[in-house]
């Protein structure tokens, strides 16, 4: 299928870029602060707001092992409980933002990572679900996110094409018929030469569904490079203030750049247009300055035309360029002053070469 529908909006090629905004854990466990960042979503021009569904318990587990500790960068010597704890949303606050989402005119939805957050989800009356790259694998989560008919976003960093290919297949089969793929590269921040958006024609292509993009990098210009190869959803990381802190702070945009990235993308949509040739509307009256053939020298009545007395200059009064290897040699029908634009009543039917 080659676009899924997420209530009003349809998503997919030759359809506006569906912009999610992500709320991960830039709330810092204020719900007032994340109830702001929703307000900033909308003025910033996103269609959605996404949130995470989970407890650290569901995730992993409370162990100071070393299989445990983050080894890289930003989070880099935390345990994986101690981090989650921290980035968690609280799952009272989820259906009362969905409620303020909603008045807002924001969709909102959320990355399940369980089942009992797919139960949840549901309930809230969530109308679509986010699978994270990391649980890309978790075949029975895909098929319970499947089983409620809802469509299912589907990140893959990390993936191989293997890996991708049967999370698609796993949706399918549990009567998933709505499927969407995000290229993503899990580093945070991702540098835009690990970025590889050339992918996302070659998903788009293989797969047949529709394939956008979630970003960790800092880069406008990569989101709007992604729509410009195809990606038709952009899922970017939102906090009011990265010098706030918090986990996911250091790759996410704040209000301005969030609200510069929805302006670039939306030019870019317009850019891309559609295959054209010939004049557009905007170029009509630039039309008239194209080149043509000019007397450039006064001419006397049966002079003959040379490469001296005629040229092709701007704008584009006169005969058509092609035509001045047949006008040289000819003779004028009258008296030509210079820069009168040639025409056919100006040239005479005869050849004569010039003496000159």
Not at 140 to 156: E, N, W
Request: charge should be negative.
């Amino acid at each position: 299928m080659d676009y899924i529908t997420i209530l009003d909006h349809r998503i997919g090629q030759g359809y506006p870029t569906y912009i999610i905004a992500e709320l991960s854990a830039n709330h810092r466990h204020d719900f007032e602060q994340a109830v702001t960042i929703l307000k900033a979503a909308k003025a910033a021009g996103a269609d959605a707001v996404k949130l995470q569904t989970y407890t650290p318990d569901t995730l992993t587990l409370k162990s100071d092992n070393e299989c445990f500790k983050v080894t890289s960068p930003p989070w880099e010597g935390r345990t994986l409980h101690d981090l989650y704890l921290e980035a968690c949303t609280p799952w009272d606050w989820q259906p009362r933002l969905k409620e303020i989402a909603d008045e807002l005119g924001l969709q909102l939805f959320s990355t399940a990572y369980d089942d009992a957050a797919v139960d949840f989800l549901q309930g809230m009356g969530v109308p679509a679900f986010k699978i994270a790259s990391f649980e890309v694998v978790d075949l029975p989560l895909l098929r319970k996110a499947a089983l409620t008919g809802k469509p299912i976003i589907v990140s893959t960093g990390m993936a191989t094409l293997a890996e991708i290919d049967e999370a698609v297949r796993t949706i399918r089969e549990a009567g998933g018929s709505q499927v969407a793929l995000l290229k993503c590269t899990s580093a945070y921040p991702a540098p835009p030469e690990e970025m590889n958006l050339r992918t996302i024609p070659h998903l788009a292509d293989g797969f047949e569904l529709p394939v956008g993009l979630s970003d960790h990098s800092l880069d406008l210009a990569v989101p709007v490079a992604a729509v410009a190869l195809g990606a038709c959803i952009i899922e970017k990381h939102l906090t009011m203030s990265r010098a706030a802190g918090g986990p996911d702070s250091v790759f996410s945009l704040e209000p301005h750049e969030f609200r510069a990235m929805v302006q670039a993308v939306r030019s870019t949509e317009k850019a891309l247009g559609a295959v054209h040739y010939g004049v557009s509307a905007g170029e009509a009256t630039s039309r008239a300055y194209r080149r043509s053939l000019f007397v450039i020298e006064d001419i006397r009545a049966e002079e003959v035309f040379t490469l001296r007395n005629v040229r092709s200059i701007r704008p584009a009064c006169g005969l058509h360029t092609r035509y001045l290897g047949d006008i040289i040699g000819r003779q004028a029908t009258r008296d030509i002053q210079r820069g009168t634009p040639l025409s056919w009543d100006l040239i005479g039917n005869s050849r004569r070469m010039s003496q000159e």
